[in-house]
């Protein structure tokens, strides 16, 4: 496939800052999210005719293991993400297997659909799958600006939950509330776990999506209703949270982890976005190239990001 644009997410900081189990070949590329154009097909291969716009699913299994057989891929031991396992899409020209393309929604822009996969696959697989989020829930989602968060915003309102979030800013929180939010805490002036139980009249969520950790983790526990369910994807404020565990086992409290999601996910996410009820959110797009790459990377760094960041390439 031509790659006609690639996003950021913040596993690519992870992976540039260097993570313990991963062993790289250089040079090493990021950027799983990726969206481009059919510019060759190999023998035998099933895909898309040549000059078709897909998008790429972000991540490679074994495909044959019982687990990816079993429509469980991002369980299988030879599972990989797109840019931290293996190679990334920030190039012009990309080797793919045809099985990991799907048809990019015409509605949308290049820069929208590069957007989509990494974010909304992980978001749904936390939301729908993990959280089973149902109507009448209310879901607390940490750090509103993500591209995850912005995803599960969505997916939890087109599921018939209240949708509580936080943030840092006024003007993150106003974009917060565009995207369908019911209430939005700014974490930098107001206690997140005292508003909700104010909001909930005391009572607490149903389920908090997270990817925070660090201290967040620890107190969304404790905005949990009894039985509550706290869905985890990640440690951007760190790995090693003091959790109370009598919390945990006195009120029943459920802790998910949750990695990406299957290849299957990505088709009633590309249904969705195509139908209008979600949509993908562009916080900027730079240049595909060295001076672009590094912007985006200082942007994603400093969460001046609400969305996600887009590097295009030329032409």
Wanted: aromatic share 4%; with cysteine; proline share 4%.
């Amino acid at each position: 496939m031509r790659v006609l644009a690639t996003a950021l997410n913040h596993l690519d900081l992870w992976v540039r800052r260097g993570l313990p189990h991963l062993k790289h070949q250089y040079p090493h590329r990021l950027c799983a999210d990726v969206c481009g154009v059919v510019e060759a097909v190999g023998e035998g291969a099933r895909a898309p005719a040549i000059g078709t716009r897909v998008v790429l699913q972000p991540a490679l299994s074994c495909g044959a293991c019982e687990a990816c057989l079993g429509g469980r891929d991002n369980f299988c031991r030879g599972y990989g993400i797109l840019g931290e396992h293996f190679q990334g899409g920030t190039i012009e020209l990309f080797d793919v297997p045809s099985s990991s393309l799907l048809l990019a929604p015409e509605r949308l822009s290049v820069e929208e659909c590069a957007a989509i996969p990494l974010t909304y696959m992980t978001a749904w697989q936390m939301v729908v799958r993990r959280a089973q989020v149902k109507r009448g829930d209310v879901v607390l989602v940490q750090s509103a600006g993500s591209g995850v968060s912005t995803a599960a915003i969505q997916i939890a309102k087109s599921r018939g939950a209240r949708v509580i979030t936080t943030t840092s800013s006024e003007a993150k929180a106003a974009r917060a509330r565009a995207l369908g939010a019911d209430e939005v805490i700014d974490y930098t002036k107001q206690d997140f776990v005292a508003e909700v139980r104010k909001l909930t009249g005391r009572r607490g969520v149903e389920v908090v999506i997270e990817h925070v950790g660090g201290e967040t983790f620890a107190k969304s526990l404790l905005a949990l209703t009894n039985g509550g369910r706290l869905v985890t994807c990640g440690a951007t404020s760190g790995p090693t949270p003091e959790v109370d565990l009598r919390h945990v086992f006195f009120r029943q409290l459920e802790i998910l982890g949750s990695t990406m999601g299957s290849k299957a996910d990505l088709f009633p996410v590309l249904r969705e976005i195509e139908a209008g009820a979600l949509r993908p959110i562009v916080d900027r797009v730079l240049p595909l190239d060295a001076e672009g790459a590094r912007e985006a990377s200082r942007a994603l760094e400093a969460r001046e990001a609400f969305g996600k960041i887009v590097l295009r390439a030329k032409g």
